[in-house]
């Protein structure tokens, strides 16, 4: 009816400015508050990568030794809490949906809520959220299962604590840095889907609990978060099929099917994140003597590359690298939300310092001047 011309699903449409993460689609980069992520994931921890992109510099190592320890004496969940995640398992709920449903139960426990745009009071209760994802999470695995709920430790990274709370063993070097690599490699990424929902939500000067809730709800979907969780189901379909992993997914192409894992709205190449989820996935496969995964997943990104142009993406390779490390496949998801709460806090804060609420438009195309009937001439 009106004609502004629509961008559909904002492809290309630049909202704000960002001091986060810098993206060269083409050329396939990566850079966190200027740190090319390939250095970050080789040489430093999710907590550093935490500091850098909530505080916009690296940590000197005092200053990270007092993060950590912010963030590793706030894991312990309220009681309140462990009961709902009880109650939540019972009824057969998913990790991401309860997830969703606890991180916005804690404001009630928070004092902070009442001051949502402070932002040292953010900050605070970005720690208080972000040190309690992973507990959350171990716990209704746990609970799911009928094990017992394992208690965070304060003397382990974030990473390896929360392995230890999943398995009740602590986990070696390898496992360990795997993980933490993983979780930086989540972290931010611009102004994706879950990023833009913290935003917007924060644009209304909501709290740092709704825009979390908002975002964690969104990275839920299969075309965004919800990929990795299908690309094992995809590998773990192919392998009980006895199917050439190329004859599988031509079928699904041409029955329509988007394939797990590729394309992407930003990267026209490939996301430098695969390619270093790739090394490790291929690592763990070597180690365990089992390159299975690894060479299925070769094989669909080469036919893709040549046949469609379609790259891998960073849920591609971290569903064989979870896999293989004996991570729940329905974990994947909710992982990735454990560390794009990085990204997530980040961007609240510069959302608060620069606010404009956050309202487009649509061009409305139904009818207009009808005539009202009463109910009972309908
Ligand atoms: C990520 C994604 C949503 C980006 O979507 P988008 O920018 O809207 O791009 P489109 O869905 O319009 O795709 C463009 C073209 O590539 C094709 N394409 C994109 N991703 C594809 C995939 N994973 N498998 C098969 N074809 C794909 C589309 O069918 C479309 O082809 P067409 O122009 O002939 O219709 C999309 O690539 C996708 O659904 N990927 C699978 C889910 C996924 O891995 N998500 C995680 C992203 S990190």
């Known amino acids: 009816m009106t004609d502004a011309p629509i961008t559909r699903g904002l492809e290309g449409v630049v909202v704000t400015e960002s001091e986060l993460s810098y993206i060269d ?79 916005s139960m804690l404001s009630g426990y928070e004092s902070n809520t009442k001051h949502p745009i402070d932002p040292t009071l953010v900050l605070q209760q970005g720690v208080y959220i972000t040190a309690k994802m992973p507990t959350i999470l171990a716990a209704f695995d746990r609970v799911r299962n009928g094990e017992e709920i394992i208690p965070p430790r304060k003397n382990l ?24 690599t993983a979780l930086i490699l989540h972290c931010d990424h611009g102004i994706n889907a879950s990023t833009f929902a913290a935003r917007v939500t924060v644009s209304t000067l909501s709290d ?10 969104t990275l839920a979907g299969p075309l965004h978060g919800g990929a990795n969780q299908r ?26 099917n988007k394939i797990p894992g590729f394309g992407h709205r930003v990267y026209k190449t490939k996301d430098p994140r695969a390619t270093i989820l790739g090394d ?18 070769i094989s669909i990104e080469n036919y893709l590359g040549q046949e469609k142009g379609l790259s891998a993406n960073v849920d591609f ?8 490390m004996g991570i729940p496949i329905d974990l994947y998801t909710p992982i990735f939300a454990i560390s794009r709460i990085g990204g997530w806090v980040g961007h609240v804060i510069e959302q608060y310092s620069e606010n404009r609420l956050i309202r487009p438009r649509a061009n409305y195309t139904g009818p207009l001047e009808l005539k009202y009937l009463p109910i009972n001439k309908r």
């Open 25 to 103: 689609g083409t050329k396939g980069i990566l850079i966190y508050r200027g740190y090319p992520i390939e250095e970050l994931a080789e040489k430093s921890s999710f907590e550093e990568v935490l500091y850098l992109l909530w505080y916009g510099e690296l940590p000197d190592e005092k200053t990270l030794a007092e993060f950590s320890d912010n963030l590793s004496s706030n894991r312990e969940l309220p009681v309140g809490a462990l009961k709902v995640i009880v109650e939540l398992a019972d009824q057969g709920e998913t990790p991401m949906a309860a997830l969703r449903t606890i991180v």
């Open 157 to 180: 990274s974030h990473a390896a604590n929360f392995l230890y709370m999943l398995t009740g063993e602590e986990p070696d070097e390898t496992k360990t840095n795997t993980f933490d």
């Open 208 to 217: 740092l609990h709704s825009a979390i809730t908002s975002a964690i709800g």
């Open 231 to 256: 690309v094992m189901m995809m590998l773990l379909e192919i392998d009980a099929s006895n199917h050439d992993p190329i004859t599988w997914v031509k079928e699904h192409i041409e029955n329509g």
């Open 280 to 297: 490790m996935s291929e690592e763990l496969g070597a180690a365990a003597g089992d390159r299975r995964w690894h060479e299925y997943s």
């Open 317 to 324: 390779y971290s569903a064989s690298a979870y896999y293989q």
